[in-house]
């Protein structure tokens, strides 16, 4: 396996935080560097044991998907090379895991796309027959495809919470409420934001599906992250379209009617469930198996999907 990191270290940038992944340094005053780490959360704690691999495959992935997608909406990549911006001794824990990008505002939701009734969405269909208020045609199974991706939003929750998933008309009144001063003097509403970031994470997904399943693999839901630009142009932003952002089926072992195996931490919810953990910090630490196992999924998603080897 390669070599893992589970927290960078660079000197050389003002630290202004690290989420349950990436750390973010600041580079000048319209600029971050994203450093995505291997570190893995589960259940919304992060665990202690790194997953090799795992931070690179985030990042070429989403590069991927960004150079790909950029035809459909802007995105927060400035074209500045990570390494140009650290100290020389601080490259190599850069080096293939790091993106400088524009500062924006980001918006306050969680903009979920979903084309399979899965997960939460599942839940949600049983109770209601409903997802986030979306209606749904009675009788559908499980891991079932909808007749039409659905946009089903949800809150940002802070670290150590759970997002909860909201309605399309709260998404607009959060929207409006969280960048009314970022948008004034635009023109621009945040409910229209809300509205424009509808609209392309719909067109982002189905793009993403299509060209994904040509390469066998399903992309069942996923969720995009939006910011805006002083002007108020919607960027995308974050990461886009990885297996900590998205459930990726195998084409060739789906099945409707139970939980298709993905590519992505499923494995590692199984594993965390055999043990009786209840689900709060610390997490238990993982067995090499489980962390080799881990690590050989995230790599074969992304040469699956973009058809090349992950970058040494």
């Known amino acids: ?49 790194p997953i090799p691999g795992k931070g690179r495959v985030l990042t070429q992935l989403a590069n991927f998907w960004f150079d790909r997608l950029a035809y459909i909406l802007p995105n927060q990549l400035t074209g500045t090379d990570p390494l140009s911006v650290v100290a020389a001794d601080e490259r190599e824990q850069t ?30 269909y049983q109770q209601s027959g409903a997802v986030c208020g979306v209606r749904l045609p009675a009788g559908l199974r499980q891991a079932a495809k909808l007749a039409a991706p659905i946009f089903t939003p949800a809150t940002k929750a802070e670290q150590g919470d759970h997002d909860e998933n909201i309605s399309f008309g709260q998404a607009r009144i959060n ?105 709060k910090a610390p997490a238990p630490s993982l067995p090499d198996e489980v962390i080799a196992r881990t690590s050989a999924k995230y790599i074969e998603a992304y040469e699956r999907i973009t058809g090349q080897k992950l970058p040494d």
């Open 1 to 49: 396996m390669p070599q893992a990191l589970y927290e960078s270290s660079i000197k050389s940038l003002p630290l202004l935080g690290r989420g349950k992944v990436r750390d973010i340094y600041a580079v000048g005053d319209d600029a971050l560097l994203f450093v995505t780490s291997d570190r893995l959360s589960a259940f919304d704690a992060i665990l202690p044991n």
């Open 95 to 124: 080096r293939g895991r790091s993106l400088v990008v524009k500062r924006l505002k980001p918006l306050p939701i969680e903009a979920v796309v979903r084309g399979y009734l899965i997960g939460s969405g599942w839940k949600d």
């Open 175 to 279: 929207c409006d409420a969280a960048l009314a001063g970022a948008l004034e003097g635009t023109g621009k509403t945040g409910a229209r934001i809300a509205d424009q970031a509808r609209e392309a994470a719909i067109a982002l997904y189905s793009a993403a599906a299509d060209y994904a399943l040509q390469r066998g693999v399903i992309i069942a839901d996923t969720k995009f992250e939006f910011g805006i630009d002083a002007a108020g142009t919607l960027h995308l932003i974050d990461e886009v379209l990885t297996p900590d952002s998205s459930r990726f089926w195998p084409a060739d072992s789906y099945r409707i009617g139970g939980n298709p195996p993905s590519y992505d931490k499923q494995y590692v919810r199984d594993y965390l469930e055999t043990l009786g953990w209840n689900k």
